[in-house]
Nanobody, 127 residues
Framework: QVQLVESGGGLVQDGGSLRLSCAASGRTLKSYAMGWFRQAPGKEREFVSAIKWSGGSIDNADSVKGRFTIARDNAKNTVYLQMNSLNPEDTAVYYC????????????????????WGQGTQVTVSS
């Protein structure tokens, strides 16, 4: 079992930045692909970004390319999401997810591909 806990969310102004963290316990994340998703009020949860175990392969949703950066520190069992140039459309609950697989696949964009989920952290961007 892997337990995931997100942190770093909060209220930020339009154009601001936040860095989310996802800390894992129970297992080392070294052999896990990791993903970030988000869910805005009244909308379905959507893919944001994913990273394979080594950090060498990264996928980002078109809506966040050039603004968000996913990274991982396997020694700290933590995955990060650096979010820059935030706008009100980025307001959502952000979730991290894990799958016991070292690489990514075409299914990495899908919620159902991931096995473990955190409880989420709220990000609110004010205009």
């Amino acid at each position: 079992q892997v337990q995931l806990v997100e942190s770093g969310g909060g209220l930020v102004q339009d154009g601001g930045s936040l860095r989310l963290s996802c800390a894992a316990s129970g297992r080392t994340l070294k052999s896990y692909a990791m993903g970030w998703f988000r869910q805005a009020p009244g909308k379905e949860r959507e893919f944001v970004s994913a990273i394979k175990w080594s950090g060498g392969s990264i996928d980002n949703a078109d809506s966040v390319k050039g603004r968000f950066t996913i990274a991982r520190d396997n020694a700290k069992n933590t995955v990060y999401l650096q979010m820059n140039s935030l706008n009100p459309e980025d307001t959502a609950v952000y979730y991290c997810a894990a799958r016991f697989q070292i690489g990514l696949s075409n299914n990495s964009y899908s919620e159902s591909w991931y096995t473990y989920w955190g409880q989420g952290t709220q990000v609110t961007v004010s205009s």
